[in-house]
């Protein structure tokens, strides 16, 4: 920011000498009518703002010079440079450039003990002050990554803690994981003119965790990319696989051979895996060979589930295969096997073949419900139009039947009457 002098203000304070501090009322009152007349010179200079151990420039320029003398001062107001001459013996500061328009002089080695205003003096009549003030940033002396647990098992909740020590101002930490950021907890301490931040963040792991990197990252004007990182260790039970090695395609059909695998992948590796079938006990023919389980001559009790189980430190796991022996004529879609893994039981299969049947018994069911009430309905229909025409039956000729037709119900209640 760029500042420009003003004079005998009360609020910018004059260095005068010993005579100058004794000058009468009158001397001091004409003062400041000149000042008030906007006599002068403009005196500019900017605020530095360096980092620790860098160098600071400080500079002194004068608009409209008319060869006034120009000296810059210290926080402590002792002279560092009058004109081109240093009578400080501070040999961090060197003249960068001397004129009658400017006085540029460079600190070396900043630290935060140089920190303050450091003031640029004209001698005009009347004299001029203006200060500049030099900001010391401090990046954070080192960053830290605790981990609660070296190791996690998957689904814990593990804490972690980044520490940005001893910077100024104070830091402000952002976490991620891989490339995506989370949010964390942080707490500022000062101490004296230094702060240090310490950031927690909470974090449940999964499977998909393990080996990704989670990163403390520090927004700080004094740095730029600074971090630290920590892999995550995570620990979990077995993915379990089956897959049909034989036959690749098709039907599994009555005499054909079956043979299957079993993959098993977790941290740390599954070291137990076995085969089973789960309802029932195995068929002495069924040779398993490690995690290959292999029938030569399938027959139909081989039907059912058949199991492979893997387990580690962390836990266990398995996967099902269902297995439907076709006959050998068999030409239909093959069943679909299902393999996948399970922690109480696999999703089993839906056979094609068992739900054609369902739906054809259910149609047959319902064309036969048809043809019953077809013939039902058919037979009641015919004995109405046979009670209609009883009376005209009985008749000696065509007069006599459309008689007896249009009064066969009261003469067949009659003969219930006489008959009673």
């Not at 501070?90 to 080695?109: A, I, K, M, P, Y």
């Not at 600074?226 to 892999?231: K, P």
């Not at 023919?285 to 189980?309: F, P, Q």
């Amino acid at each position: 920011m760029e500042r420009v002098s003003e004079c005998c203000r009360g609020s910018v304070p004059l260095v005068l000498s010993g005579n100058e501090q004794c000058q009468s009322r009158e001397r001091k009152m004409a003062l400041q009518c000149a000042c008030e007349r906007g006599d002068g010179q403009n005196l500019v200079t900017e605020d530095v703002t360096v980092v620790e151990g860098d160098v600071a420039t400080i500079s002194c320029r004068v608009k409209n010079s008319d060869d006034s003398v120009i000296q810059l001062l210290n926080p402590n107001r002792q002279t560092i440079y009058f004109r081109d001459f240093r009578p400080l013996k501070d040999s961090r500061f060197q003249l960068v450039n001397f004129s009658n328009s400017e006085l540029r002089v460079s600190l070396t080695n900043v630290s935060i003990s140089d920190e303050g205003r450091y003031f640029c003096q004209l001698y005009t009549d009347p004299p001029q002050e203006i200060y500049t003030t030099i900001t010391v940033l401090v990046p954070p002396r080192n960053l830290v990554i605790d981990i609660q647990k070296e190791v996690a098992v998957e689904g814990e909740e593990i804490e972690l803690n980044c520490t940005a020590m001893a910077s100024r101002p104070a830091t402000t930490i952002r976490w991620f994981k891989g490339n995506k950021e989370l949010t964390g907890k942080s707490e500022v301490e000062q101490w004296s003119d230094m702060y240090t931040v310490t950031s927690q963040l909470l974090l449940k792991v999964g499977r998909e965790d393990d080996g990704v990197p989670v990163i403390c990252l520090v927004d700080h004007p004094a740095v730029k990319d600074l971090q630290t990182q920590r892999y995550l260790e995570v620990m979990y039970k077995p993915q379990v696989r089956v897959s049909q090695n034989y036959p690749v395609q098709g039907l599994t059909r009555e005499g054909e051979p079956l043979e299957l695998s079993c993959a098993a992948f977790g941290k740390p590796q599954p070291t137990d895996m076995r085969w089973l079938r789960v309802d029932d006990e195995m068929p002495q023919h069924v040779v398993v060979s490690g995690s290959n389980l292999l029938i030569s001559n399938l027959n139909k009790t081989d039907n059912g589930t058949y199991r492979c189980e893997a387990s580690n430190a962390v836990g266990k796991s398995h996967a099902d295969y269902m297995l439907f022996v076709y006959d050998t004529t068999a030409t239909t879609e093959p069943a679909v096997h299902d393999s996948r893994a399970g922690e109480e039981g696999a999703i089993r299969s839906v056979d094609h073949a068992v739900v054609g049947g369902v739906v054809a018994v259910v149609v047959f069911a319902m064309l036969c419900l048809l043809i019953i009430l077809g013939r039902y309905f058919a037979r009641h229909k015919g004995t109405y139009f046979t009670h209609e025409a009883k009376g005209a039956d009985d008749a000696a000729d065509a007069d006599t039947a459309i008689i007896n037709a249009e009064g066969g119900q009261n003469n067949s209640e009659e003969k219930k009457e006489y008959f009673i």
